[in-house]
């Protein structure tokens, strides 16, 4: 199994920046990608950005060109760097890892830390 633990959340100014960082352990070898989802209230879980092992990337149309996604040498760590901040930013922001593929399931999760942009 593989345990994630978020943190780096907090509450910013638009227009601000933030980086929230995810640290792996337990089977962190077997992962095959590493992302971050996020969950505003009434809305569904959205992927928004994820780095594969061989360092391909994924970003959310919402924020290409905001957000930038980086993964540690050894592979264990991934963070999310947020420009240009907006209110709907505002979410609890997840860490993911699958050991299968992120087109096909993200099988470990993180307890999500809280971003909150004031406008």
């Known amino acids: 199994q593989v345990q994630l633990v978020e943190s780096g959340g907090d509450l910013v100014q638009a227009g601000g920046s933030l980086v929230l960082s995810c640290v792996a352990s337990?089977?962190?070898?077997?992962?095959?990608?590493m992302g971050w989802f996020r969950q505003a209230p009434g809305k569904q879980r959205e992927l928004v950005a994820y780095?594969?092992?061989?360092?391909?990337?994924y970003y959310a149309d919402a924020v290409k060109g905001r957000f930038t996604i980086a993964r540690s040498i050894a592979g264990n760590t991934v963070s999310l760097h947020m420009y240009s901040l907006k209110a709907e930013d505002t979410a609890v922001y997840l860490c993911a890892a699958t050991t299968i593929s992120p087109d096909t399931e993200w099988d470990s999760w993180g307890h999500g830390t809280q971003v909150t942009v004031s406008s």
């Open positions: 337990g089977s962190a070898a077997r992962i095959k990608a």
């Open positions: 780095i594969s092992n061989g360092g391909a990337t």
